[in-house]
């Protein structure tokens, strides 16, 4: 999920955690513990830090380690901690369990986006992303919003917030099954099909998708149940040759190849250079993909330039190039 809605998921914590009368009949700790869910709920996306140091680093570890089960033990433990050094002589153990379980909690919401996390590590890498909840789902937001709103006006904060998301429950039943209409869909249209991309939008009924056959990559999009074929593109593999291997050890594509599952690549011959372009088919914007990874290498398989995010247009990636050299 994104920044917002994390920090709305620790308030509304918070306000659940009223139901236990020592927090309720006590001030400071109600304080320390509405303090240890805010900043719990956010804690394993810390991480954000890396986009400092480079994209790539970044997409290595992006809800990587920092979402995994020791991290998950670790922040709660920690953020705790810290709270308790602060402000000494509360009930670390009711700190600790309400703190932990925002943190449980932001991991757990955040497998139902498209982006996913690695939330099985140490034991998987696998990356789990159920990709039917966008990262941000108005109708999750706003459900918060008037929460808070019930909760300002006198109501019991945890009656609000159990209750509300007693029916967001539904509201995410809802979404898988409208992804799985999808996906049998498809299944039925192509015939078979070795993967499928869902990433819902923030408009309700439209999806973004992208879809690997045997022989093709597809980019489509859904509206109403509708599925409409964008693009079309020929799986070519990838050459077996010194050029691409030579490109695969650059830090840039290969952080994008640890993350994309559904990508075509362009190489493109010039004067003194090869550029090898790495394109993620899962994210597409005006007609343009946006997240790509490119390497440019010399004659003598020596590599110049390159760079891996987010860009949105053509100039603005050969500046990052530049910037690069």
């Given at each position: 999920m994104d920044t917002a809605t994390h920090i709305a998921m620790g308030v509304a914590l918070g306000g659940i955690a009223t139901a236990d009368p020592a927090i309720s009949e006590n001030p400071v700790l109600f304080g320390a513990v509405l303090v240890g869910t805010i900043v719990g709920s956010?804690?394993?996306?810390?991480?954000?830090v890396l986009k400092l140091k480079s994209n790539a680093v970044y997409l290595r570890h992006h809800r990587g380690i920092t979402h995994s089960i020791p991290l998950v033990l670790f922040w709660g433990w920690f953020i705790s901690a810290l709270?308790?050094?602060?402000?000494?002589?509360?009930?670390?153990?009711?700190?600790?369990?309400?703190?932990?379980?925002?943190?449980?909690?932001?991991?757990?919401?955040?497998?139902?986006?498209?982006?996913?996390?690695?939330?099985?590590?140490?034991?998987?890498?696998?990356?789990?992303?159920?990709?039917?909840?966008?990262t941000f789902d108005p109708i999750i937001f706003v459900a918060h919003i008037i929460g808070f709103v019930l909760w300002g006006l006198g109501l019991d904060p945890t009656i609000v917030f159990l209750s509300i998301y007693f029916l967001l429950i539904f509201y995410y039943i809802k979404r898988y099954l409208e992804k799985k209409t999808m996906v049998k869909k498809l299944t039925l249209y192509f015939g078979s099909v070795e993967g499928v991309y869902a990433s819902p939008t923030i408009k309700q009924g439209i999806w973004r998708l992208a879809i690997t056959t045997e022989d093709s990559f597809y980019v489509a999009r859904s509206i109403g149940g509708t599925i409409q074929i964008v693009h079309k593109y020929n799986r070519v593999p990838l050459p077996n040759n010194?050029?691409?291997?030579?490109a695969k050890t650059d830090k840039n594509v290969a952080a994008f190849l640890s993350f994309s599952?559904?990508?075509?690549h362009?190489?493109?011959?010039?004067d003194h250079y090869t550029e090898v372009r790495f394109i993620d088919l899962r994210y597409r914007a005006k007609d343009h993909y946006p997240f790509v990874a490119v390497v440019n290498i010399s004659g003598n398989l020596d590599i110049l330039s390159s760079y891996t995010g987010w860009v949105f247009s053509e100039e603005k990636l050969q500046d990052k190039l530049l910037i690069e050299e």
């Open positions: 956010h804690a394993p996306d810390f991480d954000t709270i308790y050094v602060a402000v000494p002589n509360l009930d670390y153990g009711i700190l600790y369990r309400w703190t932990a379980l925002a943190v449980v909690i932001h991991v757990f919401v955040d497998i139902f986006n498209a982006y996913g996390t690695q939330a099985l590590r140490p034991f998987s890498n696998r990356w789990i992303a159920l990709g039917f909840i966008n010194r050029l691409i291997a030579t599952s559904v990508y075509r362009e190489i493109t011959e010039y």
